[in-house]
Structure formats: structure tokens, C-alpha cells
């Protein structure tokens, strides 16, 4: 059997579906990854951009790249990948999203249940008390942003070294031990915790199917690889 139609035999029969996605997903939409040729990683360095540390020493560098970064996605568009898997929750009883990015492209396509692991790139929280806030403002260049209390606010995302939203992280922890299948796409599943929800699902009965255009390094823990483009596979899968 094609895996195409392994994979529409699994979906099918599936009742609890979890999803994980990565920055794979958005790339058709035209926004970069962070590993792989053209990922953002090759032209930054992720520890003087996307830690704590790096923030405390040049938050000027750290806005620039953030802006930079939510003007892009502010002119991005869903594709038909992120349509598909809101397609796809309208159909099945129990389903979860999570989702490693912070584009809110996800939610754009119309998902419901997402669950968002590093945040978002839309929120942005203060250094030094709780407030927390959406700013939807495209501000150029090394523009810093600061809170009503007047101290200093940064972008509303995890960074190397942070714990993930604990609340978050314990609602994708039963998504992914209570699902029949659980279908991880777009990652390149080096980055923990997340990627730990992938050998979970396995280890609590799920069966896994990958959507990556090129080998992960959970090949070898999963039942069914689909390589190729999330936007074009996933519509495929879906329309059955
Ligand atoms: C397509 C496609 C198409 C392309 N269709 N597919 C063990 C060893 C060493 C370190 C650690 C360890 N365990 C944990 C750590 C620390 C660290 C970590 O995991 N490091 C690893 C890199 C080794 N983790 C953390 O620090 C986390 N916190 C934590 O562990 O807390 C506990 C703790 C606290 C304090 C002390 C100790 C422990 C936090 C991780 C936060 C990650 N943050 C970032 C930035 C978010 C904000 C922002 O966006 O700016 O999150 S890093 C970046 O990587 C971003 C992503 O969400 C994340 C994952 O990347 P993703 O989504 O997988 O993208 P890519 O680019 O890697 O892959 C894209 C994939 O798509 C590829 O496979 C392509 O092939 C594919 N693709 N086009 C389908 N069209
Ligand atoms: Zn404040």
C-alpha cells in the first residue's frame, strides 16, 4: 500500500488525535526555519539571540531580531497545511494541537485547540512585574518596548534555558499520552521538551506518523513517514 493511503487508513481510524508541529509548517508560508539551509540558525547565533543571558546583555539586538522577525509573519498568510489540520479537528471527537511555533499562524487557519509551547511572538510580558500583553505593532529597527510600570518588556517566547508554561505543558502531556495517533510535523525534534512528547505518545500506546521532508531523528520511534511538503501532503491526507 502507498504510504498515502497507510496514513488515510490510520487517520481514519483514529478518535484522539494530538498533532506537533514545527517550524516546517510555516515555511510554505514563507516564514524561515531555525535549522537546515536556509534556516535562521545559519545567519544568527541562537545564544545571542534567543536566551535570557543574550537579552540581559543587548536587548536592542534581541527587539531588532524580534521585529524583524514579526513583520514577516505579520505579512504572512496560513497555507494549506495549517488549513488542512483545522479541516481535520472539525472531524475528530477529541483533538489537540500543539504547536512549537509562534507565529499564531495556526489560529489564522482557524485551529482551536492549540496548545503553544513557546509562547507567542504577538505577546510580550515585563522584566520586572506579571504584566503581560498583546502588542500586534510591527516596530522597526532596535526599538525597545516597555511596560506600564515602566520597566523594560521583552517578546512573549521561550527561550533556551526557560521552563516551558507549566499549565501548557501538562494539558500536551495528557493530549499526547491519552491519543490514538499522533502525527508530528514540520520539527526536526532536537528541541526538548517538545520533542519528548514524541517517544510519550509512543510509550503510552499511540501510534506515530511524521510529515518532514527530510529524515528526523525520530525515524526510527515512529510507524509511518510521509517526506514531503507539510502544504501539500496534509491537504492530500485530510480530503478523504
Ligand atoms: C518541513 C518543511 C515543509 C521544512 N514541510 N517539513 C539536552 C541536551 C542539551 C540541552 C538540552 C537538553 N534538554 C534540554 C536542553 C535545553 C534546550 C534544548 O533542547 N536544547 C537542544 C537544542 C539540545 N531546551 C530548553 O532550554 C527548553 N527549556 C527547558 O529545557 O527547560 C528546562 C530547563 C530549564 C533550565 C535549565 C535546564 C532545564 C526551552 C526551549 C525553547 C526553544 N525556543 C526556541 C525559540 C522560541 C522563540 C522564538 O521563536 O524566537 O523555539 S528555539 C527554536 O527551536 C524555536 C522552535 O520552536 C524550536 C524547535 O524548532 P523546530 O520547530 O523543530 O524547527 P527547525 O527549524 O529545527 O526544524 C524545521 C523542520 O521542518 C526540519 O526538520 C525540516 O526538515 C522541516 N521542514 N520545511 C514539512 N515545507
Ligand atoms: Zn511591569
Not at 478518535?15 to 545567519?43: C, D, H, Y
Not at 501538562?170 to 517517544?199: F, H, M, N, Q, W
Not at 505518545?201 to 506518523?209: H, K, L, N, T
Request: hydrophobic letters at 45%; a negative charge.
Amino acid at each position: 500500500m502507498p504510504a498515502i493511503e497507510s496514513a488515510r487508513a490510520l487517520l481514519k481510524n483514529a478518535k484522539n488525535i494530538a498533532v506537533l508541529t514545527g517550524a516546517g509548517i510555516s515555511a510554505e508560508s514563507g516564514i524561515p526555519t531555525f535549522r537546515g539551509a536556509s534556516g535562521l540558525w545559519k545567519q544568527f547565533r541562537p545564544e545571542e539571540l534567543a536566551t535570557p543571558e543574550a537579552f540581559a546583555r543587548d536587548p536592542q539586538t534581541v527587539w531588532e531580531w524580534y521585529h524583524w522577525r514579526r513583520k514577516l509573519i505579520a505579512g504572512a498568510k496560513p497555507n494549506a497545511g495549517h488549513l488542512a489540520l483545522a479541516r481535520l479537528e472539525q472531524g475528530i471527537p477529541e483533538f489537540t494541537l500543539v504547536t512549537q511555533n509562534v507565529d499564531g499562524l495556526h489560529q489564522a487557519a482557524g485551529s482551536k485547540a492549540v496548545l503553544e509551547l513557546h509562547g507567542s511572538i504577538w505577546t510580550v510580558r515585563c522584566t520586572q512585574c506579571p504584566h503581560e500583553w498583546m502588542d500586534r505593532g510591527t516596530a522597526e529597527g532596535r526599538q525597545l518596548l516597555y511596560c506600564r510600570c515602566g520597566a523594560l518588556a521583552r517578546p512573549g517566547v521561550v527561550w533556551f534555558g526557560e521552563v516551558l508554561p507549566p499549565d501548557i505543558w501538562r494539558e500536551a502531556e495528557e493530549a499526547v499520552k491519552s491519543c490514538d495517533l499522533l502525527l508530528v510535523i514540520g520539527t526536526s525534534a532536537v528541541v526538548y521538551p517538545a520533542a519528548g512528547l514524541v517517544p510519550l505518545a509512543r510509550s503510552s500506546g499511540a501510534r506515530v506518523m511524521e510529515i518532514n521532508i527530510e529524515r528526523s531523528p525520530i525515524a526510527n520511534i515512529i510507524d509511518l513517514q510521509l517526506t514531503g511538503q507539510a502544504g501539500h501532503l496534509l491537504p492530500e491526507l485530510v480530503e478523504e
